[in-house]
């Protein structure tokens, strides 16, 4: 009997890319979270992190951002797996629901991750609208900063 999360032999898997950023695109990033905050009041913080679980930039009360960032790897492997293996193609965004408020995870281009925390009361649509361009805006800043670097470059 196969398992049906097992990933097919012809199925090639993405790719993970180490990421960290220079300390002007850290200030770039961080600058986002903080705008995509003001734009979002309900938000209680913004974290963006590497695939793989590195932060690269907060803007939170939290000091576990470190766990935060690990978590929303391994979240984000578990969600990838998933997407693929129903067909519904590569990773956007996971969206956790908890009693004293929200969890979202968004793509941030194939290298990086956009985690909000929101409260309970925030207006969930608002929070994708705003948290998908703030998520492509980070992705744009990430992938300028890995074409600096040059092929095969690492961040």
């Known amino acids: 009997m196969?398992?049906?999360l097992r990933?097919?032999?012809d199925?090639?898997?993405p790719e993970r890319r180490t990421v960290t950023v220079p300390a002007?695109?850290?200030t770039e990033i961080l600058a986002e979270l903080r705008r995509l905050r003001a734009r979002v009041p309900q938000l209680t913080g913004a974290l963006a992190a590497s695939a793989d679980g590195l932060v690269l930039a907060q803007d939170s009360a939290t000091t576990e951002a470190e766990a935060v960032a690990a978590l929303t790897a391994a979240a984000l492997g578990v969600a990838q797996r998933l997407a693929d293996t129903t067909g519904q193609g590569a990773f956007r965004e996971l969206l956790v629901r908890g009693e004293h408020g929200y969890i979202a995870t968004y793509a941030a281009?194939?290298?990086a991750v956009l985690t909000l925390l929101a409260e309970p009361r925030a207006n969930v649509g608002r929070l994708h609208l705003e948290a998908r361009r703030s998520s492509l805006h980070i992705a744009g800043l990430i992938d300028a900063t890995l074409a600096r670097r040059g092929p095969g470059g690492r961040l």
Do not use: I, N
Request: hydrophobic fraction near 25%; charged fraction near 45%; aromatic fraction near 0%.
């Open 2 to 4: 196969r398992l049906p």
């Open 7 to 9: 990933p097919r032999a």
């Open 11 to 13: 199925r090639r898997q």
């Open 24 to 26: 002007e695109a850290e």
């Open 109 to 111: 281009g194939e290298a």
